[in-house]
């Protein structure tokens, strides 16, 4: 089992920034892909940005790309969301996930093998 918590939402202006973190507990962190969901009122969850193994390689959202940059500290056992020049629509609550698998399955599937329960981000006007 590995045992994921999400940190760093909060309330931010538009155009401001946020980083979000999530720690991993309970195997091995470095053999998990990791990545970033969100899920606003009434939508369905969507992708956000996902970080291979080792942090060689990511995938972004179209809606992020530029503005969102995902990074991990495997000595940590973290994966890092930093979030600059957010919008209003950026407004959901962001989960993060771990998977064995890397692939760009990440950009259209939502079974992953571990979530984490989320955190609140909210993006005035």
């Known amino acids: 089992q590995v045992q994921l918590v999400e940190s760093g939402g909060g309330l931010v202006q538009a155009g401001g920034s946020l980083r979000l973190s999530c720690a991993a507990s309970g195997r091995t962190f470095s053999n998990y892909a990791m990545g970033w969901f969100r899920q606003a009122p009434g939508k369905e969850r969507e992708f956000v940005a996902a970080i291979s193994f080792g942090g060689g390689n990511t995938y972004y959202a179209d809606s992020v790309k530029g503005r969102f940059t995902i990074s991990r500290d495997n000595a940590k056992n973290t994966v890092y969301l930093q979030m600059n020049s957010l919008k209003p629509e950026d407004t959901a609550v962001y989960y993060c996930?771990?998977?064995?698998?890397?692939?760009?399955?990440?950009?259209?599937?939502?079974?992953?093998?571990?979530w984490g329960q989320g955190t609140q981000v909210t993006v005035s006007s």
């Open positions: 996930a771990a998977d064995s698998r890397w692939g760009t399955s990440w950009f259209y599937s939502n079974h992953h093998d571990y």
